[in-house]
């Protein structure tokens, strides 16, 4: 049973074996207000791989990749520790929502929190101040969420800084088809935390949203077994394959192509087409099915993000494109 603990008075434990903890902060919540954390001491010493999943609350194989491998990971094989918050965002994921039911807030553009603000701010404290700083790598598994769709990959830090090369190292380990590099990304996010205190960060997504897909669930589960033999926590795994789209761009999803009006949109292009600027992405249709709208690309490259939920307004996003490595 995981013990329950006011996260003020707690300290990570340091014998060998696996344990489970409630960590409940302070506020003036109606419930005890917290989050979940798995501990993987290994017999040895080693580095720390920092796993989050349920950041996004409709975003689900990562909180079951992260039970999988806490459930079979063995701590008398490991050297270093594993340490997962499998569930990042009770409100949300008590909802199966992006946000918080509570104060609406986005977890994941939240960071570093506060720790005297809204249950979403005080999460965002909690995680940046107590469990990111443990990562000698530290991922964050999404997965798209109900109302998009993007493709298996994993994104990473293409900075050139220290940190940044551990991270597109490690991007090729995890073995999904995609990887994608950033030079830059956008404030409040947990892999914003970790650039800060210049500690090689990942993140993954997937088509999936609100339900586990059985084909990706085990590309995470795999993923983060591939990152602790990475970083030689546990035994050397098999070789994993090469990527087959290196792509780059900022992969800021809150800057992506929205439509001007609001109605029901049909994408005419895929995940992962290569598309040029000018071609037509979809359209939006009004209530009669008469197009009220033809979306054209504004650039050139891959397609990395398309809207899944058809009914759309004004201002809602329907893609996002990045380039491959070869076009650059």
């Not at 017999?43 to 999943?53: E, I, Q, S």
């Not at 506060?114 to 995680?127: Q, S, V, W």
């Not at 054209?296 to 491959?324: F, H, I, N, W």
Request: some cysteine; hydrophobic content about 40%; charged content about 20%.
């Amino acid at each position: 049973m995981a013990a329950e603990v006011d996260i003020d008075r707690f300290s990570f434990p340091i014998e060998t074996g696996k344990r489970s903890y409630f960590l409940k902060i302070p506020g003036d919540d109606p419930e005890p207000a917290g989050f979940p954390l798995l501990v993987a001491n290994g017999a040895g010493p080693g580095k720390t791989l920092v796993v989050f999943a349920g950041v996004h609350g409709d975003e689900l194989e990562g909180v079951q990749a992260v039970h999988d491998v806490f459930r079979t990971i063995d701590p008398e094989a490991m050297n270093g520790r594993l340490i997962a918050v499998p569930i990042a965002n009770p409100p949300a994921y008590r909802a199966v929502m992006r946000t918080s039911p509570i104060d609406g807030m986005n977890l994941a553009r939240t960071f570093p929190g506060k720790k005297d603000g809204t249950i979403t701010e005080r999460l965002a404290f909690y995680l940046s101040e107590l469990v990111i700083p443990e990562a000698d790598l530290f991922l964050d598994m999404h997965s798209s969420g109900v109302a998009y769709l993007m493709p298996l990959m994993t994104g990473y830090d293409a900075s050139g800084t220290a940190s940044g090369r551990v991270s597109e190292e490690a991007a090729s380990i995890v073995g999904t088809p995609v990887v994608w590099g950033h030079e830059r990304i956008g404030p409040g996010r947990t892999i914003s935390s970790a650039s800060d205190r210049q500690i090689p960060w990942l993140y993954v997504e997937s088509p999936n949203g609100a339900r586990v897909s059985d084909v990706d669930l085990s590309y995470y589960v795999n993923g983060i077994l591939n990152l602790l033999s990475y970083l030689n926590v546990l035994p050397e795994g098999e070789t994993v394959r090469p990527p087959e789209y290196h792509l780059t761009g900022p992969g800021d999803v809150d800057i992506s192509q929205a439509v001007t009006k609001g109605g029901f949109f049909v994408p005419k292009v895929k995940l992962l087409d290569r598309i040029a600027r000018g071609q037509t992405i979809g359209e939006v249709r009004n209530e009669f099915g008469e197009t009220v709208e033809v979306v054209k690309s504004d650039e050139s490259g891959y397609v990395v993000m398309l809207r899944a939920t058809p009914v759309v307004e004004s201002g809602t996003s329907v893609c996002l494109v990045a380039q491959g490595e070869s076009d650059l």
